[in-house]
């Protein structure tokens, strides 16, 4: 019998809503959003943004906003920049195909990106010095792979302006831990690399049914609060979380090995 199903529908369901609400965000004080900024010290930050929020709160350009403060402070930036298309279209461009998800993401590629993973589906942009020099690119989440990069060099992970706590290190985790309801794939096709050199590469990536293992993110945040692992702010609606690749492994490790899925129930 499969007893997990009413709990990962459940958590599913209940999410829905709160993807879809409106915000309710208010003014904040610049000066107070750089206090928090300046609690961080670290050389790299992978950052998950959500630009109408941060507007809604500063009455500014968003994007420049963000940025202009995060580089002043930490000396790499680190940004998502999936093109998810690559499962049907077996084609990525790494200098050409902009991200398809965020637009942050968007505005980051083309304002300030210096390099990207050559990921056809999860690659991350950067500015500033870090790089992932002996990745296994061909295996997104895998034991060589820019995620378990992350992880060993416990990098700090942002959330700004997200409706909830973000971080697709949990990919990455669900794989490490070999959750049961994640199946490992390959994906073929074209990659192009910075250069314009072609190659047909095999990207090993995951698949679930998002629609009943959907991350109970809500859950997740609370909990890492009160164990000391997740900082949250709340500024007049605007939300600001802070963690650690290193203590979000410290903390879904031993949760997951009690109950496999935790993470989406």
Request: hydrophobic share 35%; charged share 25%.
């Amino acid at each position: 019998m499969v007893t997990h199903l009413p709990r990962t529908l459940w958590s599913s369901l209940r999410h829905y809503p709160l993807l879809h609400r409106s915000s309710d965000v208010g003014p904040v004080s610049p000066e107070l959003f750089d206090e928090i900024l300046d609690d961080y010290d670290a050389d790299a930050a992978f950052l998950h943004v959500g630009l109408s929020d941060v507007k809604a709160a500063f009455e500014t350009n968003p994007y420049e906003f963000v940025v202009e403060r995060l580089r002043e402070r930490f000396p790499s930036l680190l940004v998502p920049g999936f093109t998810k298309s690559f499962r049907d279209t077996g084609r990525f461009d790494v200098a050409e195909d902009p991200p398809e998800l965020n637009a942050f993401s968007r505005l980051f590629y083309e304002n300030d990106a210096e390099y990207r993973t050559p990921d056809p589906l999860h690659s991350i942009l950067c500015a500033g010095e870090y790089r992932f020099d002996g990745c296994d690119f061909r295996d997104t989440f895998g034991p060589d792979g820019c995620y378990a990069q992350l992880e060993a060099d416990d990098v700090l992970c942002l959330n700004v302006g997200t409706h909830w706590l973000v971080s697709t290190q949990l990919h990455y985790l669900e794989q490490a831990l070999d959750v049961p309801y994640v199946e490992t794939v390959e994906f073929e096709g074209e990659l192009v690399q910075e250069d314009g050199t072609v190659e047909q590469v095999t990207q090993t990536n995951y698949d679930k049914n998002l629609y009943l293992y959907f991350w109970n993110r809500t859950k997740l945040r609370d909990q890492m609060v009160r164990a000391g692992v997740l900082d949250w702010y709340r500024l007049n609606g605007l939300d600001v979380m802070a963690f650690t690749m290193d203590d979000l492994r410290s903390f879904v490790e031993p949760n997951v090995l009690n109950d496999p899925y935790y993470l989406v129930a």
